[in-house]
């Protein structure tokens, strides 16, 4: 007898365990939010997003125009990626920060940076094992660790400390435990840089407890005021204890290319190799020979950007200024962090700039406890774009 559709034993897809304690993605529900608002026919101003707004400089995108038509890239690529793309990251640290890198041994190509701050925590963290992660922080840190099956301990950042961790607040419970940690500067979403003391005090403080970092280097390319940021990698004993992730997203507005690295201690290169391995035969060779022409070319389409986002914080943080609304200045990356105004949570205060003001913010909440109380604004918008965000705030008068 046929089976039909009617006799059929009902049939449920029942996810793994893992699946179930993935993080909830907060953000998405800032999304959905603003999208009703533009399909009411608003003018939202969206600042809540990380996403560049600036398009990829052009012998970027005619280098992938000519490398797409070359048959040699239509093949399979090498599984770690091609040589050339490693050399040319290479070159990039040894220009900007003095760094040596071993191409060969000491980098790991990346589907962008994302990947690579998932892949490490599978690669270290056993169930049992603890992660710390900066609270607030960028939440797919948390994503790697529920994969990995493993716990987080948050380094809360606070104002009074310049949004550095306070290594001597951590239980030592946790740190028996823990096996990774994750830093970040120039910080989403602070928007702070790290001096160089800073990473030399963490590498004491990972040799001291065993533990490997993590150092997300998204935005190393966007410093404020004449200062460069620092690489971790700049530091006696960093290749030791640690890799660098660094990104080519924010610094050739190549967010949509996905071309990221893991650079530095070798043993966590080859891991991640290793399990990239299993998961992918790397990225498309044109693009890898776009990525490698973004690093060995001319360098004035950084310097560019950054006095780009230099000029909208300071457009931004005048047109602030003016309605009373106090904060630290941005030192780096492409975001802002501002107080809320009492009497409001940051997600309070999100809703009502979204419905008063039409102007979407991210709600510190969402990036951890310790980002109750700011908001996150990104320097993503044109000047006068961001001044008149801030002129519809003025309006509410939150600011006495
Ligand atoms: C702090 C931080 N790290 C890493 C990334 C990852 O960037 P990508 O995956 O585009 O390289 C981002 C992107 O927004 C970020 O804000």
């Not at 893991?262 to 035969?281: K, P, S, T």
Request: include cysteine; charged fraction near 20%; hydrophobic fraction near 40%.
């Amino acid at each position: 007898m046929e089976t039909t559709p009617q006799t059929r034993a009902a049939f449920s897809i029942k996810p793994a365990d893992r699946m179930t304690v993935l993080p909830t993605q907060f953000f998405a529900n800032l999304v959905r939010k603003a999208n009703e608002q533009i399909t009411l026919g608003h003018d939202v101003i969206n600042l809540g997003q990380g996403n560049p707004d600036r398009p990829t400089p052009p012998h970027i995108v005619q280098s992938l125009q000519e490398s797409a038509a070359d048959p040699a890239y239509h093949r399979y690529p090498p599984f770690s990626g091609f040589a050339f793309l490693k050399e040319a990251i290479a070159y990039r640290y040894k220009e900007d920060y003095g760094v040596t890198l071993d191409p060969e041994t000491e980098v790991a190509i990346l589907f962008g940076g994302k990947t690579g701050l998932v892949e490490i925590s599978q690669c270290l963290l056993n169930p049992g094992d603890v992660c710390l992660v900066p609270d607030p922080g960028y939440p797919d840190y948390w994503s790697g660790v529920a994969l990995a099956g493993a716990e987080m301990a948050f380094m809360p950042l606070r104002e009074e400390n310049r949004f550095l961790p306070d290594y001597s607040e951590l239980s030592e419970t946790d740190l028996k435990r823990a096996k990774l940690m994750f830093v970040n500067y120039p910080n989403n979403p602070t928007a702070v840089a790290a001096p160089a003391s800073f990473y030399e005090e963490t590498i004491a403080f990972a040799e001291k407890h065993g533990i490997v970092v993590a150092s997300d280097f998204a935005y190393g390319a966007i410093g404020f005021d004449g200062q460069k940021p620092v690489s971790f990698l700049q530091q006696p004993g960093a290749k030791e204890v640690g890799i660098e992730f660094y990104t080519l997203s924010k610094t050739y507005n190549m967010a949509g290319w996905r071309v990221g690295f893991a650079l530095g201690n070798r043993e966590i290169v080859r891991l991640i190799n290793l399990m990239q391995d299993h998961y992918y035969c790397s990225l498309f060779g044109g693009i890898q020979a776009a990525a490698a022409t973004a690093l060995t070319g001319p360098q004035d389409c950084v310097d560019e950007l950054r006095r780009v986002y230099e000029s909208r914080r300071n457009a931004l943080f005048g047109a602030l200024a003016r309605i009373g609304w106090n904060a630290r200045p941005s030192e780096g990356s492409f975001f802002s962090w501002l107080p809320v105004p009492k009497g409001h949570t940051s997600s309070s205060l999100a809703d009502l700039l979204l419905q008063e003001t039409k102007v979407v913010v991210a709600p510190g909440i969402g990036f951890g406890m310790n980002g109750e109380g700011y908001v996150r604004l990104g320097l993503l918008s044109t000047e006068a774009r961001l001044e008149e965000a801030v002129e519809r705030i003025g309006k509410l008068n939150l600011f006495g």
